[in-house]
């Protein structure tokens, strides 16, 4: 027996044996590792963002060039540098967003809760008075009376109260520094990932040719193209529901802040952000923003807060019924139940992310489960209906199906 055939008889089991002792030490130290993998993740922090905000300007980067090449002869100064002048017309345009957004809404937004944390007692006083009317209405007998409530909190000391919260929460020295220490690194952090989205975006075709590149080099011809497959499919699953999320998330709030001020309601700065943020949450977001806009005016005129339910219902069955499908063009095709369960799911694995890729993740794995079951069932020539399953000829046509 010479040394090949040696080799050949021993390489499985070695590789076998490695594999058992790298997957035993990974098990019985399980949670050291998974730190030590989630450190090594988090190195890459201001790449993850950066691709996160080079995907989100990109969308109206594209547009931008698409509208520059269009309007310009093809080898013309500005045709040929479409690409930077897209750029900078984007950040431009982000710029004038986040310019108005710090100097116009945010300094409503702050009245709007100085308003409320300064009168809050009284809209509390306010809130019982309606509540023992209505019970009073309905004979039913209530303990609790305006008058305690009002003089326990008489009796309350706001000043120390703020005091303690502001103690609870460490503004202290040392807070203060660690807060600052803490800004400044996440300051780093997001102008890296701000950089990396400007290399990004201005050479994004090179990047994503080396991915491929890399892709073909590690897989075989099959899985490669089905990777490539899934990567087109993911991102214009991906593209329209962000682009369509944010564009309906700005018309619902400037709708919503539009009515309010038409019809008079309390607090309309406040609300109107607070619903176009929610937004952004399919299905849940908007009743969250309408939920708490009801409980603000509620505080103030109970009468007011149920108009504005039906206020909010009117624009939300218009803007979903009408602006919606024209701004998006459709929905990413999944039922209702799946975007339900996609929500608590991811939601509650990742929080607030979760909730806001929940639904572009769960119509990619929805397409391709689908694209493999449709397979399956192409191979084995089976059909299936309400009542049963049946396998078909093998002179049967599509047609047949």
């Not at 969308?59 to 002869?73: A, G, N, S, Y």
């Not at 345009?93 to 310019?99: E, G, L, R, T, V």
């Not at 923003?289 to 219902?313: D, E």
């Amino acid at each position: 027996m010479n040394n090949q055939t040696i080799k050949k008889i021993i390489k499985p089991w070695v590789i076998l044996v490695t594999f058992t002792i790298i997957l035993a030490a990974v098990i019985f130290n399980f949670t050291s590792v998974l730190n030590k993998v989630w450190y090594w993740i988090m190195l890459f922090k201001p790449l993850y963002y950066g691709i996160a905000i080079a995907y989100v300007l990109n969308l109206p980067m594209k547009k931008i060039q698409q509208f520059i090449m269009t309007h310009t002869k093809e080898n013309s100064f500005i045709h040929k540098r479409s690409r930077g002048i897209a750029v900078i017309l984007t950040l431009v345009f982000a710029f004038i967003i986040c310019a108005l957004i710090v100097s116009v809404i945010i300094p409503k937004l702050i009245d709007s809760f100085g308003m409320l944390f300064n009168n809050f007692s009284i809209y509390l006083q306010h809130t019982v008075t309606y509540i023992n009317e209505v019970l009073e209405y309905f004979h039913i007998d209530y303990d609790a009376s305006k008058s305690q409530i009002v003089q326990y909190l008489n009796t309350l000391r706001w000043d120390d109260i703020l005091k303690n919260g502001a103690k609870w929460l460490g503004v202290g020295a040392s807070s203060v520094i660690n807060t600052s220490v803490n800004f400044i690194g996440s300051f780093g952090t997001w102008f890296t990932a701000f950089m990396i989205s400007l290399y990004l975006l201005n050479s994004k075709e090179e990047y994503i040719i080396q991915l491929k590149k890399v892709i073909v080099a590690i897989f075989r011809d099959r899985p490669a193209q089905y990777i490539f497959r899934i990567g087109k499919k993911a991102n214009a699953i991906f593209a329209g529901f962000i682009g369509g999320q944010l564009v309906e998330a700005v018309i619902l709030g400037v709708l919503c802040y539009i009515g309010m001020l038409i019809f008079r309601f309390p607090f309309p700065e406040l609300i109107s952000a607070i619903v176009a943020l929610t937004s952004l949450v399919p299905m849940f977001g908007a009743m969250f923003g309408m939920a708490f806009g009801c409980l603000l005016i509620f505080a103030i005129n109970p009468i007011q807060s149920i108009w504005f339910i039906v206020y909010f219902q009117i624009l939300q069955q218009f803007e979903g019924n009408v602006i919606y499908p024209r701004v998006v063009g459709g929905s990413v095709g999944i039922s209702g139940i799946y975007v339900l369960l996609s929500l608590i799911i991811f939601g509650g694995l990742f929080g607030l992310i979760g909730m806001l890729v929940a639904v572009p993740l769960t119509a990619l794995l929805y397409s391709m489960v689908s694209e493999f079951v449709h397979s399956q069932l192409q191979k084995k020539r089976a059909y299936v209906d309400e009542n049963d399953y049946y396998i078909l000829p093998e002179e049967a046509t599509d047609s047949e199906k």
